[in-house]
């Protein structure tokens, strides 16, 4: 089943973190601080191992994160010096926590699933694929609550340690041995620097209330 809801398209056009931009799969990562002031990567599986994942921030810079999994998962997220998380958005067909006891910084955290109220979306193929999880929904999603673009997204079906290094570059231990594929695209919005969309966290947000700022997309 797939129900969509508007969420308010002329917001979404300035900030669904499109490769429209000058980076993308065939390009190198852009500089750090180049993306502008705040950076938002997206993480997405089906499932981890054990349902616990692990995210290393090692990217100068203030980051946002994006993490998806259809099924139930608590992410931990540890950062480098020199890497600050400002805001954690988790979503999932099922319940997700998050863990930022060894993250820098003062991050907020804002949570969405079916199970907890009816908001979900996941994603781990890029381009979407078709089958399973929805991409692009997903980072529709991503960018409406977060308020910021996308600059980069990393997926898997299957992966329990993700690595976003200094490049910008995902690294995971993605289970290529049964035929996974690990997908990732870099996004720069054409080289903006002024922070368009936002400050990268979930201000002027719906605070996990579904339909006050126009209605939720579920896939």
């Known amino acids: 089943m797939k129900l969509v809801v508007a969420l308010g398209l002329g917001t979404l056009a300035a900030c669904t973190g499109e490769v429209t931009g000058r980076y993308s799969q065939d390009l190198s990562a852009p500089p750090a601080g180049e993306c ?85 979306a996941c994603g781990y193929s890029w381009p979407y694929d078709g ?17 910021h673009d996308i600059n980069s997204f990393a997926g898997c079906y299957e992966a329990g340690i993700w690595k976003i290094g200094k490049d910008m570059a995902a690294t995971s231990d993605c289970a290529v041995s049964q035929g996974y594929v690990q997908d990732h695209f870099f996004s720069c919005d054409s080289g903006d620097t002024d922070g368009h969309c936002g400050s990268g966290d979930d201000s002027g947000s719906d605070n996990g209330q579904p339909g006050s700022d126009g209605g939720p997309i579920l896939y």
């Open 131 to 147: 089958d399973g999880c929805d991409t692009d929904g997903l980072l529709q999603l991503a960018a409406a609550r977060t308020k």
């Open 36 to 120: 502008g002031e705040v950076e938002t990567h997206t993480i997405g599986v089906f499932q981890t191992p054990n349902g616990s994942g692990t995210i290393y921030l090692e990217r100068a810079g203030k980051h946002v994160l994006v993490l998806s999994a259809h099924e139930k998962t608590t992410w931990h997220i540890k950062t480098a010096p020199g890497a600050e998380l400002v805001h954690v958005y988790a979503v999932g067909f099922h319940a997700q926590a998050v863990d930022v006891s060894e993250a820098n910084g003062h991050p907020t955290v804002k949570i969405d699933s079916m199970d907890k109220n009816a908001t979900a």
